[in-house]
């Protein structure tokens, strides 16, 4: 699950998909897609958010092990939809339904983003 809030004072458009890429260093790398090509618009008030659903294919390779592996210990990278000039994202933890951090490992080619839900 890919979750985001406004902690800004007044409400804000979230207008599109975010773009979401996990990679390693020049290495390996994986990009988000979204499931649905239905325009997104929501807006969000100070301390709402929303929530995207993260899903992939799995493809084990032949040996069995993950595209992006979590002993690699892989980067993921965030940006918002139409970004501001200077705008490069941000980088993102992973973490468990306790808050605790988690190693990211990702299985397929794509992940893809599911339709968006505000919380």
Do not use: W
Not at 11 to 32: E, H, I, Q, T
Request: glycine fraction near 10%.
């Amino acid at each position: 699950m890919l979750s985001a809030t406004n902690p800004g004072t007044t409400a804000c458009a979230f207008d599109g998909n975010p773009d979401l890429n996990v990679y390693v260093g020049k290495g390996a790398s994986v990009s988000s897609v979204p499931k649905t090509t239905k325009p997104i618009r929501l807006v969000l008030n100070h301390g709402h958010g929303v929530e995207f659903p993260l899903f992939y294919e799995t493809s084990a390779s032949p040996h069995g092990s993950c595209f992006i592996p979590a002993d690699n210990n892989p980067r993921i990278d965030v940006r918002v939809p139409h970004p501001a000039s200077g705008d490069y994202g941000a980088f993102v933890e992973m973490r468990d339904v306790h808050g605790r951090p988690v190693p990211a490992q990702v299985c397929g080619i794509t992940i893809h983003l599911g339709s968006p839900r505000s919380r």
